[in-house]
């Protein structure tokens, strides 16, 4: 069985930073492609970033956290991170860690295993 658990979420100010982390436990970790997407209160599920298992592919980014978040992976530790600086209200979410079976995809349908979600919430 399949599990992800998020951490590091929290309450920071406009302009602060985060470091979000997924551990994965069961199945292999260094065959999936990870991801994380968030959600805001009555808001559809957004893209937020991917990585490959695959050193070959650049990692993916949403238009609105491009430049600011980062995603990396460490396969011996089995854990996905998304530093996020420069963080505004806008960032206010729940955020997801996601893994999939197939290549990096920016559509939730595409990803088997799910975390509970981490909150951040940013103020102004």
């Known amino acids: 069985q399949v599990q992800l658990a998020e951490s590091g979420g929290g309450l920071v100010q406009a302009g602060g930073s985060l470091t979000l982390s997924c551990v994965v436990s069961g199945g292999e970790f260094d065959t999936y492609s990870m991801a994380w997407f968030r959600q805001a209160p009555g808001k559809e599920r957004e893209f937020v970033s991917a990585i490959s298992w695959s050193d070959d592919e650049s990692p993916r980014y949403g238009t609105s956290v491009k430049g600011r978040f980062t995603i990396a992976r460490d396969n011996a530790k089995k854990t996905v991170s998304l530093q996020m600086n420069r963080l505004a209200p806008k960032d206010t979410s729940i955020y997801y860690c996601?893994?999939?079976?197939?290549?990096?995809?920016?559509?939730?349908?595409?990803?088997?295993?799910w975390g509970q979600g981490t909150q951040v919430t940013v103020s102004s």
């Open positions: 996601a893994a999939s079976n197939y290549s990096m995809a920016t559509l939730e349908e595409f990803y088997d295993y």
